[in-house]
């Protein structure tokens, strides 16, 4: 497996960035958006799922760089299981309002992502950034591997267990890949972000 790195002038263009929704929420937010938006510019995936809807500052910016023909998924839990997330709106402090600040077409799923089917979501590409620890990326990304899609997109790459557990995911996608497929994985080191895309 390859794994490169990049930095965030690598990806950001001004002409990639036209149009796009900005995201000053959290320090490093503005930077790590701005990837994401160019990522989806760059490699125009139909289908789209979020793992992580929090309150849908993230789901718009996935569907407007994706544009009107997109078909955009973002999954988060259903309120009775609420109490399991740090990120859910509701231990934020803002009640209920999972996806609210999303205006802009998309479909909200609601579900536990270590119990979820993503197989009846097969998507050309992914954004996970729901729990950040070792089992949930690790568990999500294994599941979206099987699916082959295009593209991944990690957010809260930079902690560790989340690292880890994205790369042993790949790991062993490569031991059990189908013939002649392979990701590369991209770490934006100056920013949150990783990435893999698919090379079939």
């Known amino acids: 497996r390859i794994m490169i790195r990049q930095s965030y002038k690598d990806i950001v263009t001004p002409e990639l960035l ?12 503005l930077e790590d958006y701005h990837v994401l938006h160019c990522l989806l510019k760059i490699y125009q995936p139909k289908t789209f799922l979020e793992i992580g809807t929090n309150r849908g500052r993230g789901t718009s910016i996935i569907k407007n760089a994706l544009g009107e ?11 009775e299981l609420a109490h399991i997330s740090l990120q859910h709106p509701i231990n934020e402090g803002h009640g209920d309002k999972v996806g ?25 590409g992914f954004f996970v950034d729901g729990e950040h ?37 790949l790991a062993n996608f490569k031991s059990n890949a189908p013939v002649n497929k392979y990701y590369t994985l991209y770490r934006v080191t100056d920013t949150r ?3 893999a895309v698919l090379n079939a």
């Not at 609210?100 to 050309?124: A, H, I, N």
């Not at 957010?155 to 267990?161: A, G, L, R, T, V």
């Open 133 to 169: 620890d070792f089992d949930h990326p690790f568990r999500e990304t294994t599941e979206i591997l099987k699916g082959c899609p295009r593209l991944i997109v990690w957010h809260d790459s930079d902690i560790k267990e989340v690292w880890e557990a994205i790369y042993t995911a």
């Open 193 to 195: 972000i990783a990435y």
């Open 69 to 79: 023909d997109s078909t955009v998924y973002s999954l988060d839990l259903p309120t």
């Open 18 to 29: 036209k149009g796009a929704i900005e995201n000053n929420e959290y320090h490093g937010f």
């Open 100 to 124: 609210e600040l999303c205006k802009l077409p998309y479909t909200q799923l609601r579900g536990d992502s270590m119990k979820f089917d993503f197989s009846q979501y097969p998507c050309d």
